[in-house]
């Protein structure tokens, strides 16, 4: 069993930064790639980044490219997502999502079911 826990969320200006963190425990040993996904009132879950096993490989979508940048420490269990130039459309629960097994291309990446464990959520709100 893993347990996913965000933090980092809160209220920002446009153009500000924010650094999420999600913390893996129990058989975090399992755990292949990471990713943070969000969702906004009304919208559906998207893929915001993506990042393998040993951290070789990462995947952004259009939005969010340029702007975040995902990272891991697997000595520490944790991954994390620096937010810069935050937008007001950035605003949405981010949630950290980890799967058992390897992502072989950008649509396993972007699959919410190629995750076995999610977290439950930081909200970022970015006002304009």
């Known amino acids: 069993q893993v347990l996913l826990v965000e933090s980092g969320g809160g209220l920002v200006q446009a153009g500000d930064s924010l650094r999420l963190s999600c913390a893996a425990s129990g058989c975090t040993f399992s755990i292949d790639a990471m990713a943070w996904f969000r969702q906004a009132p009304g919208k559906e879950r998207e893929c915001v980044a993506g990042?393998?096993?040993?951290?070789?490989?990462?995947y952004y979508a259009d939005s969010v490219k340029g702007r975040f940048t995902i990272s891991r420490d697997n000595a520490k269990n944790t991954v994390y997502l620096q937010m810069n130039s935050l937008k007001p459309e950035d605003t949405a629960v981010y949630l950290c999502?980890?799967?058992?097994?390897?992502?072989?291309?950008?649509?396993?990446?972007?699959?919410?079911?190629?995750?076995?464990?999610w977290g439950q959520g930081t909200q970022v709100t970015v006002s304009s």
């Open positions: 999502a980890a799967s058992l097994t390897t992502m072989y291309n950008k649509i396993w990446y972007m699959t919410l079911s190629s995750y076995a464990y």
């Open positions: 990042i393998n096993r040993s951290g070789t490989t990462t």
